[in-house]
């Protein structure tokens, strides 16, 4: 980020400030928690998901309770990340032949907004190449020599690559479509000479201590260069800059800029954010039999509370069309769910999740929102895990618990923490009764 001179503080009052600040930090919520994962995969090379921009990072085996870069996280594919970097020049993106496997990429900007899709449902299941283009190219393509252009607004795109792994016998097929995976320069996949590298970056080091407080805004500052703000966000720009917030590389903020009770009225209103931001991540949607549905995810226009609540519970959602998550944190008497109580999720015959891929329901820990530690080293269970047991009448039930169930019934067990959770079910490629509320889910029951 470019810095010049310090601009003098605008006039601002407290209410003014605090105003501003809530409207800021529920805007730029999700960009910064974006930010995180690109210092992860890309800037800091300590961390264990480094590879560094437009070069995958492939985790060779499901992600478990130790990885702890993103909340929510899938168990139910091995996941191939990084980001892109088009700042440069635009980057060709070449897929092999998938077969039956269920694979996708999904293309996130710096605004946390699906930009597009590669893969089983979209693209089809021979691969190709296809070529993603950043807003301030110039120059000419051969559009022959691809099977899309996309463009995006975002300089810097996630690349969340999902392929699909049916247990630990089945890492060898997953993990071959992987190592075919390729990301190549524009110009060297068109054998010409390679532009001059785009000016290197300050990058801040991710600091969570600086993200709790006022330093939230230097991030903030920094990642809107990144990004091409809508048209309809010019006012908005305008009232970040009165705090400060430039997003054109005019100055790193500086809080000291403002006096004591603004600085003040600046932490008050990121609070109130905060606070917000977490009620409505709560409430994502309209609760049916203890499972919330929530409304589409991935293009949240300027519902920048829903980006933001969607990025605070679960970072880098897909569109519905290309999975569906409904969330369960009560059960079926509206009681929240602890692991103080065992229950059950039980199916009837011909009623399982109606979906083109497969489904699965993951636990997770209320307050870390992430992956349930357990003995078994089970944390989702659906219609591909080993050993499942249909019950007499050709139902599925489901034991979802701290305790075992018995050894009978550990074959269908959920484990749980100890203490307050919520579990998700994934449906890859739901089918039309899911995407339109025809089918829904039963409770979650208390058994004890």
Request: charged residues 20%.
């Amino acid at each position: 980020m470019t810095t010049t001179q310090a601009q003098p503080a605008p006039l601002l009052t407290p209410e003014e400030a605090r105003a501003i600040a809530l409207e800021a930090y529920v805007f730029g919520f999700a960009m910064v928690e974006n930010y995180k994962s690109i210092f992860g995969f890309c800037l800091y090379p300590k961390s264990p998901v480094y590879s560094g921009f437009n070069k995958y990072q492939h985790n060779r085996k499901l992600y478990d309770p130790d990885f702890t870069l993103v909340v929510s996280p899938n168990n139910d594919t091995l996941y191939s990340t990084t980001f892109a970097d088009l700042r440069t020049e635009p980057l060709v993106i070449s897929v092999p032949p998938t077969g039956d496997r269920y694979f996708v990429i999904q293309l996130v900007d710096g605004s946390s907004d699906n930009l597009a899709y590669i893969g089983t449902r979209v693209t089809g299941r021979e691969g190709g190449n296809f070529v993603l283009v950043g807003p301030n190219f110039k120059g000419t393509l051969p559009t022959d020599r691809f099977d899309r252009v996309i463009v995006s607004q975002s300089q810097f795109v996630a690349l969340a690559t999902r392929t699909a792994i049916n247990g630990a016998t089945d890492t060898a097929g997953a993990t071959a479509v992987q190592d075919k995976l390729r990301l190549t320069p524009l110009s060297d996949y068109l054998g010409q000479p390679a532009p001059e590298p785009a000016p290197q970056i300050n990058f801040l080091p991710w600091d969570p201590a600086k993200v709790e407080g006022i330093g939230f805004f230097a991030y903030l500052d920094m990642v809107l260069n990144w990004h091409t703000p809508r048209l309809d966000e010019a006012g908005l720009m305008g009232r970040l800059k009165r705090i400060g917030v430039f997003a054109g590389g005019l100055d790193e903020f500086d809080a000291s800029r403002f006096s004591p009770e603004v600085q003040s009225a600046l932490l008050a209103g990121i609070k109130a954010g905060r606070e917000a931001i977490e009620e409505r991540g709560n409430n994502l949607g309209k609760r049916i039999n203890g499972w919330e549905y929530t409304p589409p995810m991935g293009d949240y226009g300027t519902d920048y509370l829903f980006r933001s609540a969607v990025a605070w519970k679960f970072m880098y959602t897909n569109s519905p069309e290309e999975a569906l998550y409904p969330i369960a944190n009560v059960d079926a008497d509206g009681k929240a769910l602890d692991g103080k109580s065992n229950y059950v999720l039980r199916f009837e015959k011909g009623g399982l999740p109606p979906a083109d891929a497969f489904w699965s329901v993951t636990m997770y820990d209320s307050k870390t929102k992430l992956l349930v530690r357990n003995n078994l080293n089970r944390y989702s269970i659906g219609d591909r895990t080993a050993g499942l047991k249909s019950d007499a009448d050709g139902g599925l039930t489901l034991y979802v618990q701290h305790s075992s169930p018995g050894q009978a019934r550990e074959s269908n067990w959920l484990p749980a923490p100890e203490g307050a959770f919520y579990v998700i079910l994934r449906a890859y490629c739901p089918r039309k009764e899911l995407l339109s509320g025809a089918y829904r889910l039963p409770p979650l029951k208390r058994a004890d």
